[in-house]
């Protein structure tokens, strides 16, 4: 069956440009340019795939993808964004998107990723339950990178410290900076390491559902409930259960969760019995967990018991000495997935790695990377295939630094000439009239 993509813009040419492109490589395509539009489309046909810009005339790419979810699991959702809204795409994903492209879109790059997103849709397609809010992660190994500095060290000494233990334990930091890493590499070092590890997305999981998606139902109990279900804490009887962005659940269902960690005991609901679980509690949050409490947002009670032990996840532009051996990962994770042989990253690259800011983090450096290769078939990643977001960032950097030390110069010559203009002009190589120019540019005054 030809996949459906549903393309949403208010970009109208470009719109149909994508429209065009795509139904030559196959796939039927739909066009919306508003998020009303969009809405009637979604809502009356099941897409394969649902590509849309974050931002939208009377609505956004988040809403468009609460929607999807709603209405379809299955459904894949990339959303297409520039340099400014990279942090709300890392949002998205936490919220059920399969990936981000920035603009301006390669049509190849966006090509793959569709690809991507459907070889995803089938290999789910048996295990989608009535759950629209569940994000399960098997025990399978997952890739870790230590690192070599010292946020990276004090970070491992604290999970070597706590895996062994049954201590609750709180994960914070910024969306992409790999939570779900360390807390499957706390599991993996732990006892339970051979139990299940049940990841759950607490931000996507509706309040009228959690009782459901975390405790289970029988048959019956409500409408829509044709089957049992097992909920996450039965899952992960015996192993550990990781709560990811806990901060997003709702007063009513942290007063649930509670009950269910004071006392081990789950009630699934229409069920009269209660099931014993032994688990371990892994939380995570991109928010001030304490400040909500102090708001009145969160239960101090239930932070309480999550915060037994706390780590916080650094940012990827703090691991100055880790980048270079992140990239190093993600290039040889592209290269296996892509099929290239790209075998590394020329100079320029590599300080201009260094030297920006990462605001997406891992996800940001994992997908750059990932483009790249696709974009460079063998040799080396040059500065020529890197989103131009980066470049101009860069350079914006480089020319605050320039201004820096031009100033510095200036104010050096100044102090060797005892503030003869003439002289520091001589001695910076540059006339009198620049000097002076300069000199009203940064405010000196002799």
């Given at each position: 069956m030809t996949p459906k993509i549903l393309v949403i813009d208010d970009d109208t040419s470009f719109c149909?440009?994508?429209?065009?492109?795509?139904?030559?490589?196959?796939?039927?395509?739909?066009?919306?340019?508003?998020?009303?539009?969009?809405?009637?489309?979604?809502?009356?046909?099941?897409?394969?795939?649902?590509?849309?810009?974050?931002?939208?005339?009377?609505?956004?790419?988040?809403?468009?993808?609460?929607?999807?979810?709603?209405?379809?699991?299955?459904?894949?959702?990339?959303?297409?964004?520039?340099?400014?809204?990279?942090?709300?795409?890392?949002?998205?994903?936490?919220?059920?998107?399969?990936?981000?492209?920035?603009?301006?879109?390669?049509?190849?790059?966006?090509?793959?990723?569709?690809?991507?997103?459907?070889?995803?849709?089938?290999?789910?397609?048996?295990?989608?339950?009535?759950?629209?809010?569940?994000?399960?992660?098997?025990?399978?190994?997952?890739?870790?990178?230590?690192?070599?500095?010292?946020?990276?060290?004090?970070?491992h000494e604290y999970i070597t410290l706590v895996a062994p233990t049954n201590m609750s334990v709180l994960i914070m930091g910024d969306s992409g900076t790999g939570k779900e890493y360390i807390a499957h590499s706390i599991h993996s070092q732990s006892k339970r390491a051979d139990k299940p590890f049940i990841a759950v997305d607490c931000g996507a999981i509706p309040k009228d559902l959690a009782s459901s998606e975390f405790f289970g139902h029988i048959k019956g109990s409500f409408t829509g409930a044709v089957n049992d279900k097992t909920g996450h804490f039965e899952a992960a009887n015996g192993g550990t259960i990781f709560l990811d962005e806990v901060g997003n659940l709702s007063?009513?269902?942290?007063?649930?969760?509670?009950?269910?960690?004071?006392?081990?005991?789950?009630?699934?609901?229409?069920?009269?019995?209660?099931?014993?679980?032994?688990?371990?509690?892994?939380?995570?949050?991109?928010?001030?967990?304490?400040?909500?409490?102090?708001?009145?947002?969160?239960?101090?009670?239930?932070?309480?018991?999550?915060?037994?032990?706390?780590?916080?996840?650094?940012?990827?532009?703090?691991?100055?000495?880790?980048?270079?051996?992140?990239?190093?990962?993600?290039?040889?994770?592209?290269?296996?997935?892509?099929?290239?042989?790209?075998?590394?990253?020329?100079?320029?690259?590599?300080?201009?790695?260094?030297?920006?800011?990462?605001?997406?983090?891992?996800?940001?450096?994992k997908n750059t990377i990932k483009r790249s290769v696709l974009l460079t078939p063998s040799g080396l990643i040059t500065t020529s295939v890197l989103p131009h977001e980066m470049m101009s960032e860069n350079k914006d950097d480089s020319q605050a630094l320039y201004k820096e030390d031009e100033e510095t110069a200036i104010r050096n010559a100044l102090d060797k000439t005892n503030f003869n203009k003439s002289k520091a002009a001589r001695l910076l190589d540059i006339d009198r009239k620049t000097l002076y120019n300069k000199l009203k540019l940064y405010n000196i005054d002799l």
């Open positions: 149909i440009m994508l429209k065009t492109f795509l139904q030559k490589k196959g796939f039927e395509v739909t066009n919306a340019f508003n998020a009303m539009e969009a809405g009637d489309l979604i809502r009356s046909t099941t897409f394969d795939v649902v590509l849309t810009d974050i931002r939208l005339p009377d609505s956004d790419g988040l809403h468009i993808l609460e929607l999807v979810k709603s209405v379809s699991q299955k459904t894949q959702v990339i959303l297409m964004t520039g340099y400014t809204d990279i942090k709300a795409a890392v949002n998205a994903m936490k919220l059920g998107a399969f990936d981000y492209v920035g603009k301006p879109i390669n049509p190849d790059e966006i090509l793959h990723t569709i690809q991507q997103s459907l070889k995803k849709s089938a290999k789910t397609d048996v295990a989608v339950t009535e759950s629209k809010a569940q994000k399960t992660v098997a025990t399978a190994s997952v890739s870790f990178v230590k690192g070599i500095s010292s946020h990276a060290n004090k970070l007063y009513e269902v942290q007063v649930q969760l509670l009950r269910a960690l004071q006392e081990r005991k789950v009630k699934p609901v229409g069920s009269n019995n209660e099931i014993k679980v032994d688990i371990r509690v892994i939380a995570a949050t991109n928010e001030d967990l304490a400040e909500a409490v102090r708001q009145g947002d969160f239960r101090e009670d239930l932070y309480h018991r999550l915060n037994e032990f706390s780590i916080q996840a650094p940012r990827l532009s703090e691991r100055k000495h880790d980048i270079m051996i992140f990239a190093h990962h993600f290039l040889a994770e592209a290269n296996d997935d892509l099929e290239r042989n790209v075998t590394g990253f020329d100079e320029q690259v590599s300080q201009l790695f260094l030297n920006y800011d990462w605001p997406g983090n891992l996800r940001e450096m």
